[in-house]
């Protein structure tokens, strides 16, 4: 065997082992994992220093590495860190841990404690539109009119429609209906139970769908004038 093949062959393998090794932030957050376990803060904060660029944002990185510099007397640092995290909007029982102990004293760190107290309020502008009065209607959707300001709020339990203001818009009617064998249509012979739907308004308009059961496919669609 030639020195070239021999080259190409080691290359190969190198290839195959570098394609199917684990990637780097898998085994330091492995070691961090173990780091911690042994209470090592020192090889814990050496492991996040490495794997806090491969995993930027990662607010566990982020926490464990202020504890990590609170343990091994790095005061700043792990204010620093603290206030990173407070800033993400999240929120952590820190006051609790005891890798922070050390910080209790300080100013900043009350600061801190504040500032995630603030995270656990709501973050909204909202207010209520309106208040529905029937606590059984289980909406399942609402759509909105923007020329007249009106919302419409759809009941599948109650089938029907009510506007915001807690009135009948409209009623959902199904029924089945059977046709003569001898009834044709586009689809051929109709000779089984028709699915017919009718939403009627309360303008007394109706619109009728009308399904065969068998086939599925919508057979015809109808709006109704309905006088009285």
């Known amino acids: 065997m030639t020195g070239g093949w021999r080259a190409s062959i080691l290359l190969m393998s190198l290839l195959l082992v570098s394609a199917y090794s684990e990637p780097r932030w898998r085994v330091l957050n492995h070691a961090a994992r173990q780091a911690i376990q042994e209470n090592n803060y020192s090889k814990l904060r050496a492991t996040l220093v490495e794997l806090k660029p491969l995993m930027p944002g990662n607010p566990r990185v982020t926490y464990n590495l202020a504890a990590s510099e609170a343990k091994l007397g790095n005061p700043e640092a792990a204010l620093t860190g603290l206030r990173n995290l407070a800033g993400m909007g999240l929120i952590y029982d820190i006051a609790a841990d005891k890798d922070f102990s050390s910080l209790s004293p300080k100013s900043e ?46 009941s599948v339990r109650k089938a029907k429609i009510v506007t915001g203001d807690g009135k009948e818009f409209a009623w959902n009617i199904q029924a089945f209906e059977r046709f003569p064998p001898d009834r044709q249509t586009e689809h051929g012979s109709v000779d089984a ?33 309905v006088e009285g």
Do not use: W
């Open 109 to 154: 760190f009350a600061a801190i404690l504040k500032r995630i107290d603030e995270n656990k309020k709501p973050v909204t502008h909202s207010k209520p539109a309106f208040v529905l009065a029937e606590r059984d209607l289980i909406p399942e959707d609402i759509a909105h009119d923007p020329k007249t300001g009106r919302f419409f709020i759809s």
């Open 193 to 225: 139970l028709r699915y017919v739907n009718l939403a009627v308004a309360a303008d007394g308009h109706v619109a009728q769908q009308a399904f065969d059961r068998r086939i599925n496919p919508l057979l015809q669609c109808a709006r109704i004038s």
